[in-house]
Nanobody
Framework: QVQLVESGGGLVQAGGSLRLSCAAS????????MGWFRQAPGKEREFVAA????????AYADSVKGRFTISRDNAKKTAYLQMNSPKPEDTAVYYC???????????????????WGQGTQVTVSS
């Protein structure tokens, strides 16, 4: 099974920027679709962004579209979430996730992602 470790979270001022990283173990990173989800206190874990196995296709939640960018570097076995102009409502624990190797496009469904990191806290101050 692949292991995922998020990093890059922390405090950021509204209107600033932050980049989250998700480092993956194993040899099949390039065969997995990757995603980012977040969970704020009192809320369910929600979809943020996803990127397909070759990095060509992406999907974003309406709430972050135009501000966040998902990317990946298969050589480094790492996925990224660039957060530009974050808002206080973006405050949450952010999780990266991966599908099974060679799986179909998962869309925004949590249950299509089988592997999860432990999360990294992002706090946006106004």
């Amino acid at each position: 099974q692949v292991q995922l470790v998020e990093s890059g979270g922390g405090l950021v001022q509204a209107g600033g920027s932050l980049r989250l990283s998700c480092a993956a173990s194993g040899r099949t990173f390039s065969n997995r679709h990757m995603g980012w989800f977040r969970q704020a206190p009192g809320k369910e874990r929600e979809f943020v962004a996803a990127i397909n196995l070759n990095g060509i296709s992406t999907a974003y939640a309406d709430s972050v579209k135009g501000r966040f960018t998902i990317s990946r570097d298969n050589a480094k076995k790492t996925a990224y979430l660039q957060m530009n102009s974050p808002k206080p409502e973006d405050t949450a624990v952010y999780y990266c996730a991966a599908t099974r190797p060679r799986d179909n496009w998962p869309g925004q469904r949590r249950d299509e992602f089988d592997y999860w990191g432990q999360g990294t806290q992002v706090t946006v101050s106004s």
